[in-house]
């Protein structure tokens, strides 16, 4: 079993730039793939980005090319560098961890969910 606090969060304007973070607990934190989704107020919780153990990863379009994933195992972290914001990335970001066996968007894949933290970015 693995939890996960998320942090970094907070007001921007557009056009700037925030780095997300998501420490886990847990021993076996390396095996699990690990991503980033989101829910703006109003509307479902949608997919951002996703990683597997090691490098390979895996974007929503609607951020490709702002958003990098990032992990590092020996400290239990992964990371979301967020560039270019626009208004509409302002939502709940959350982080999550899934054992399927090949790198997923679907959200019933992740068994493991953080708490959220806040992104909100002004026109």
């Known amino acids: 079993q693995v939890q996960l606090v998320e942090s970094g969060g907070r007001l921007v304007q557009a056009g700037g730039s925030l780095r997300l973070s998501c420490v886990a607990s847990?021993?076996?934190?390396?095996?699990?793939?690990l991503a980033w989704f989101r829910q703006a107020p109003g509307r479902e919780r949608e997919f951002v980005a996703t990683?597997?153990?090691?490098?390979?990863?895996y974007y929503a379009d609607s951020v490709k090319g702002r958003f990098t994933i990032s992990r590092d195992n020996a400290k239990n972290t992964a990371n979301l560098q967020m560039n270019s914001l626009l208004p509409e990335d302002t939502a709940v970001y959350y982080c999550?961890?899934?054992?399927?066996?090949?790198?997923?968007?679907?959200?019933?894949?992740?068994?493991?969910w953080g708490q959220g933290t806040q992104v909100t970015v002004s026109s």
């Open positions: 847990g021993r076996t934190f390396s095996t699990y793939r």
């Open positions: 999550a961890a899934s054992q399927a066996i090949r790198l997923t968007s679907r959200e019933y894949d992740y068994a493991y």
């Open positions: 990683i597997d153990w090691g490098s390979i990863t």
